[in-house]
């Protein structure tokens, strides 16, 4: 069996070998999970829309780059006034938007006021909540005053959300998206791939690919195929399971195990018994076995975390001793809450193999302390309705992919049903607080109160398996913001 | 022959409302709300609202029951709440899939199964009719979607001729088209080739053992010109009926075989629908299913009355 | 989820005892399904290994002694997995079957009894829905419903209503005009108990046959749905969400996707050959032929 195989190996490799010796590719498949429903990043949450789009087909004044920083786009530079309540963007020049129509600041002021309007359907409102008044000054300037002083305005500005779009076009984006960036949109087969080519008349530096594919390669059984054929050249964030380390040993690519902003959490009712109980809380938090979980969800290494904060950020403390794993301690605490026999409640699972298999080793740690979970699978659809919106769940386990999202944990309402005033004060007083270090330690008080409130099961970070041809160049390793970006990307040989 | 046939479109055209409304009133009670959907997991209120309305989510039942009901009439399926496309154009990008696949895997099928079950016919009783007859009995226990997978490893990952999945478009040229779609018409084939065979072999068993064929062989008429010319023609009946109802099983059946091979057919797109609560897609190509399981009996049907006469009249 | 291939003839009076052991469809059928069945039911005495504590430490084993069929990526045994499963898929296909019967049976009866206008409304309801795909209307109830076994069950048994109601109905009618019909017709019995003491007795043979033909369906039927997602959940195993589960790992733990697929396959397979040899059985006419 091997022999023959090896020889078969042999007579394949023969074959590549003499296509390789073209020159360097300029095409490039990539693979994505989830199929945007369209492309208008302005108009949906939809992290699949910014996985094609974000910095490929539209840019906004800043953008967040690999190493999450904040960047100039289409914004030169910036002048902050010294109440900072006034930013003032300077605009390169010579910027056209894909249909040929000029951008300047009419633009950007159409752009930002379009999405704090009454009838705005921006997925993140909020991101221009602290926005007073937008003015163009002259064409390449354009001058926005804040209602209050506001830290992360800079870095709101350089969501998928912020991007700029242009009056001709808006309404058509969703279909027929136009944006600046280095690529333009060339078709989009349902269900099955959307198109870039090289946008020819690029204003910054133009890019090494002339065309890109984002194929929709929805999970590992098709992914592995997919790659190990050669279909799909590159998958950002590769739905991989247990075949990584059988795709690791092969040198025909690289496996890049970066971070995400994905805090993965075993989401809790706090609002409803008896997860309103902080015993049940520590019990479930100190039941909870942190490498199995991880290893039952497919993954050979993931950071732990104990609280809503990723490792990556500068302001994270390790918090994961806070409840550690001794299921005997656990016990103790259910007893002492009422339970010494445990009880019975649900654990609602969205499709990602994280949450259904992580949910059945969390489900088997749980009945050890006496905890019986009904595993109960629903689509996202269902998610959202019953536990995002309804708040009709016991516990469930979802990432959370938004980048510096503890701010959650104080919205009244939100799915948690978790309400600390002091957690709301901290928060509060982050929001208008830009000094860093400043902010630094109100983000280490705010992992910590919610930490020792157990308020969720933390499980891990979701890591970033990257997995791509080991001749591709350029590719994000991390994703500080849900894109792909392929501005850098190239072919060595 | 023509009130028949009147009557058989009569009660196809009942059909299709009936399941209409069933299509129609079944999906209404579907938990999940579109416009939630549409906007993520942080969406706001207000722009929830605004959207909700903007989809027409806000009137009666009755109402949006006419609505869609007459649009189709005329040929408007609506809009898809998730591509925000009109759901006719996304079932005509689909079915360019869909139906070359279930197309090609009818004619594999029979290509294999018609000569294998008149071949075990002729040789009723003997090894070639016991094996051929047992691997048909195989074939039939075989979930495609595992055939499908032992097919991916062997041909795609393994062997590396095929693609393992993915489908080019026809833009990209035939070949790359018809490559795409080869294993997944095999995985669907198979199956159907075993079922075909066996019933082929047994018309033909049957036809074999009427009186005519006996006196035909007995008037000293060559065997093979007495099993392809007259067996044949009448062992069609039965063949030709499971061929109907195959095509229209084929051409819904693609939904497992088109998620393992992520194709973009119309069985994902309804699938990638249901869990997306994307009714107005769902409906559409269900009642597009229906509608050519409807035609497909009514064609065979006429096709019946067309080779055996006396089934006129007893319907 | 398939077609069935046969129209079937009247059968005449069962007398298969005597014929039963000699013919080989039935004897490797019955064995294979006793075999499955012992199996399914020592799952619920014993089994290699407790399937509901995980050990992922032992994730992914290939064949051994101790694990015959390997363990699965939360380290359970696959054998005892597979022996649960047989439990899950069988109650599944048994109880849709059995939906179909309870339903279809007393309405294709009722429809042949009756005639005219009865008769016409239920053939006409019958085509209404045969003409849905079944997996795809299957796929529908599960994912409004929420999946799970139940829904699986329910999924599935409806579409095996028309089937009975059709199979029933055909049988009935060819048996009413018969010379014990009209004695007990004219003796003043009515048609309901004509159907119940009478036409029943007559087409039970039939029926059974069948009956064997939509159990080996639903098997794969509900393979296909769990496959998707759709069938019982965890930590109920089925054979269906197990192949699904192994697609995704074949490159590393290839035997992850045999066992459970040798598992459809040799179950279906006796089945089938159990419905061919009964119908071989109890069908004279067809017997002749072999």
Redesign the interface.
């Known amino acids: 069996m091997k022999t023959i195989k090896s020889i078969i190996g042999g007579a394949a490799l023969l074959l590549a070998a003499g296509t390789a010796a073209l020159a360097a590719r300029t095409d490039l498949v990539v693979g994505v999970v989830l199929e945007p429903p369209h492309l208008d990043p302005t108009a949906s949450a939809a992290a699949a829309i910014d996985e094609i789009v974000y910095a490929n087909l539209f840019q906004g004044l800043t953008r967040v780059g690999r190493n999450g920083a904040v960047e100039p786009s289409l914004a030169e530079s910036w002048d902050v006034s010294e109440d900072g309540k006034v930013y003032t963007f300077k605009l390169h020049t010579g910027v056209k938007f894909h249909d040929g129509t000029d951008f300047d600041a009419e633009d950007v002021k159409f752009t930002l006021d379009r999405a704090r309007a009454e009838d705005s359907t921006n997925a993140q409102k909020q991101l221009f909540a602290a926005i007073d008044t937008v003015e163009a000054v002259d064409p390449q300037t354009v001058k926005v005053t804040l209602k209050t002083p506001q830290g992360a305005f800079l870095y709101n500005m350089g969501w998928g959300d912020a991007v700029i779009v242009a009056p001709e076009s808006a309404d058509g984006n969703k279909e027929k998206p136009i944006g600046t960036g280095p690529f333009k949109f060339d078709s989009w087969a349902k269900g099955s791939a959307v198109r870039l080519v090289r946008n020819p008349d690029y204003w910054g530096d133009p890019v090494a690919l002339e065309k890109a594919e984002f194929r929709i390669v929805p ?3 098709a992914a ?1 195929p997919a790659l ?1 054929s050669g279909d799909v050249q590159a998958f950002p964030q590769m ?5 990584l ?2 795709i690791e040993s092969d040198p025909r690519f690289v496996v890049k195990i970066g971070a995400t902003e994905g805090e993965t959490i075993l989401a809790m009712n706090n609002g409803k018994e008896p997860f309103n109980n902080l015993k049940v809380r520590q019990a479930i938090a100190h039941a909870l076995n942190r490498p ?1 979980i991880i ?2 969800a ?1 993954y050979s290494e993931a950071p732990e975390i104990g609280s809503h904060f990723s490792p990556a950020n500068s302001a994270y403390v390790d918090l994961t001793g806070t409840y550690p794993y001794d299921p005997a301690n656990a016990k103790e605490l259910l007893a002492e809450a009422g339970y010494p026999d445990g009880f019975k409640a649900t654990l609602k699972l969205p ?1 990602p ?1 994280y949450a ?2 992580g ?3 969390v ?2 740690q749980l ?1 050890q302390i006496g905890i019986d979970l009904q ?5 996202w659809a ?1 998610w959202l309705e019953q536990v995002f919106k309804n708040k009709d769940y016991d516990l469930s386990i979802v990432s959370h992919t938004e980048p510096n999202d503890i701010n959650i944990y104080a919205r009244d309402d939100y799915y948690f049903n978790y309400s600390n005033p002091a957690f709301k004060e901290v928060i509060n007083t982050l929001d208008v607080t830009s000094d860093p270090e400043r902010r630094a330690d109100l983000y280490k008080t705010a992992q910590k109160i919610i930490a020792e409130d157990a308020v969720n099961g933390f499980l891990f970070q979701l890591p970033k398996i990257g997995v791509w041809d080991a001749k591709l160049q350029g590719l994000w390793e991390n994703s500080p913001i849900q894109a792909n970006d392929l501005t850098e990307v190239k072919w060595t040989d | 022959m023509t009130a028949y046939l009147a009557k058989r479109l009569l ?1 196809g055209l ?2 299709l409302v ?2 209409s409304m ?1 299509v129609f009133a ?2 209404e ?3 999940g709300d579109p416009a939630l959907i549409m906007l993520g997991m942080n969406a706001e209120p207000e722009a929830l609202a605004t959207l909700r309305e903007q989809m027409g989510l806000n009137q009666p039942l009755l109402m949006r029951y006419l609505d869609w009901a007459s649009g189709m009439i005329v040929g408007d399926f609506g809009r898809s709440y998730t591509y925000s496309s009109p759901v006719i154009e996304l079932i005509g990008e689909r079915a360019a899939v869909s139906l070359p696949l279930a197309l090609l895997s009818l004619v594999l099928s029979t290509v294999i199964a018609l000569p294998v079950g008149i071949f075990a016919a002729s040789r ?2 003997r090894p070639a009719d016991t094996i051929s007859m047992g691997v048909a ?2 074939g ?4 495609n ?2 055939f499908a ?2 097919l991916i ?1 062997l041909f795609a ?1 393994w062997l590396r001729l095929v693609p393992a999945g993915g489908f080019p478009g026809w833009n990209a040229g035939l070949w790359p088209g018809v490559k795409a779609l080869i294993l997944p018409a095999i995985a669907l084939a198979l ?2 080739a075993a ?2 065979a ?2 082929t072999r ?1 018309a033909m ?2 036809v074999l ?1 009427e009186d005519y064929i006996r006196t035909a062989r007995a008037k000293g008429m060559p065997r093979r010109v007495v099993l392809w010319h007259h067996a044949l023609r009448n062992a069609l009946i ?1 063949v030709l009926t ?1 061929l109907g ?2 095509f ?2 084929l ?3 693609t ?2 075989i088109e ?2 091979f992520y194709l973009p057919g119309l ?1 994902r797109l ?2 990638q629908a ?2 997306q609560r994307d009714l107005i897609v ?1 409906e559409g190509v ?1 009642m597009l ?2 509608a050519s ?2 035609l497909v ?1 009514i064609l065979v049907d006429i096709g019946y009355a067309i080779v055996d006469p006396r089934l006129r009249t007893r319907q | ?3 069935d ?3 079937h003839e009247n059968p005449d009076e069962p007398h298969f005892l005597k014929t039963a052991l000699t013919d080989r469809s039935f004897a490797i059928g019955s064995c294979i399904t006793l075999l499955i069945a012992a199996m399914a039911l020592l799952s619920f005495l014993w089994t290699p290994y407790d399937i ?3 050990t ?2 032992d ?2 084993q290939g064949l051994s002694l101790a694990h015959p069929f390997g363990t699965d ?2 380290g359970r045994d696959i054998l005892s997995m597979i022996m649960i499963g047989a439990r899950n898929s069988i109650a599944v296909a048994i109880v849709a079957v059995g939906i179909g019967m309870g339903v279809g049976v007393p309405l294709g009866c009722w429809a042949a009894a009756r005639g005219g206008l009865v008769d016409e409304v239920l053939m ?1 309801f019958n ?2 829905v ?8 299957a ?2 109830i599960t ?2 419903f ?2 799970g076994a139940v829904n699986a069950i329910i999924a599935i048994g409806i579409f095996n209503v028309p089937v009975f109601a059709r199979v029933a109905r055909a049988g009935a009618l060819s048996v009413w005009p018969r010379e014990f019909i009209l004695a007990a017709r004219a003796a003043g019995k009515g048609k309901f108990l004509i159907s119940v003491e009478h036409i029943l007795p007559n087409i039970v043979a039939l029926l059974l046959v069948q009956g064997t033909i939509q159990f ?1 369906l639903g098997i ?1 039927a509900e ?2 749905l769990s ?3 759709l069938g019982a ?3 109920m195993p089925s054979w ?1 969400r197990m ?2 589960e ?9 035997h992850l ?1 045999l066992f459970p ?1 040798l598992a ?6 006796g089945l ?2 159990l419905g ?1 040899g009964l119908r071989d059985l109890l069908d004279p006419r ?1 017997r002749r ?2």
Request: aromatic letters at 6%; charged letters at 10%.
């Open positions: 999970d590992a059984a592995i190990l739905p991989v399971g247990d075949a380390s059988q199995e290893a039952g497919g499709p193999p259904r298999q949910g059945e080793v489900a088997s009945r595993i109960i699978p629903v689509e269902q | 009660i009942a059909t009936v399941a069933v079944v999906l009670v579907v938990p009723r009783g009995q195989v039939v226990a075989i979930p979607f595992w997978l032992l490893y990952v199956p159907q079922i075909l066996r019933v047994s068993l049957e053992g039965p499971i109802l195959q229209a099983f051409l819904a059946g939904i497992i998620n393992v069985g309804v699938f249901i869990t769902v269900v299913l229906v399981v409807v009996n | 989820m398939s077609i291939p046969t129209l509901t504590v995980l992922v430490a994730k992914l990526h939360l006409r085509d209404l045969f003409a849905f795909p079944a997996l795809l209307s796929i529908m994912a409004i929420g999946p080996a794969l393979a296909g496959y998707l997602g959940q965890p930590p269906g192949l699904f192994a697609q995704t790992r074949m490159i590393v733990a290839p996707a697929g459809i396959v040799v179950t279906v397979l089938n050959l061919d067809l032929e072999r």
